[in-house]
């Protein structure tokens, strides 16, 4: 069973920086798209950036040139170090990872979340 497990999350004053981190177990598949989304009351999860098995990498506009996602190998972990913390980064972060089985039908896994605060 697949399992993914944030880590990292916490408080940090605006300006500040974090890095979370994505650990998982169970994967015998190399994902087609890893990454990391985030999620407020009231709103729905919004992609925060993502990086697929070629390397391409994709950013939400608000984070760009502030945060930056990496890898170590071609799986797990992953890491988003989060720079220049803004009030409205306040959520909780999710890791997630996509397996496409064929065509448009395809698997996808979530962690349990990680909660960041950033304080004005």
């Known amino acids: 069973q697949v399992q993914l497990v944030e880590s990292g999350g916490g408080l940090v004053q605006a300006g500040g920086s974090l890095r979370l981190s994505c650990a998982a177990s169970g994967i015998t598949f190399r994902p087609d798209t890893t990454g990391w989304y985030r999620q407020v009351p009231g709103k729905q999860r919004e992609m925060v950036a993502t990086i697929s098995s070629t390397g391409r990498l994709n950013y939400a506009d608000s984070v760009k040139g502030r945060f930056t996602i990496a890898r170590d190998n071609a799986k797990f972990p992953v890491y988003l170090q989060m720079n220049s913390l803004k009030p409205d980064d306040t959520a909780v972060y999710y890791c997630?990872?996509?397996?496409?089985?064929?065509?448009?039908?395809?698997?996808?896994?979530w962690g349990q979340g990680t909660q960041v605060n950033v304080s004005s």
């Open positions: 997630y990872a996509r397996r496409v089985i064929m065509g448009s039908i395809s698997s996808d896994y």
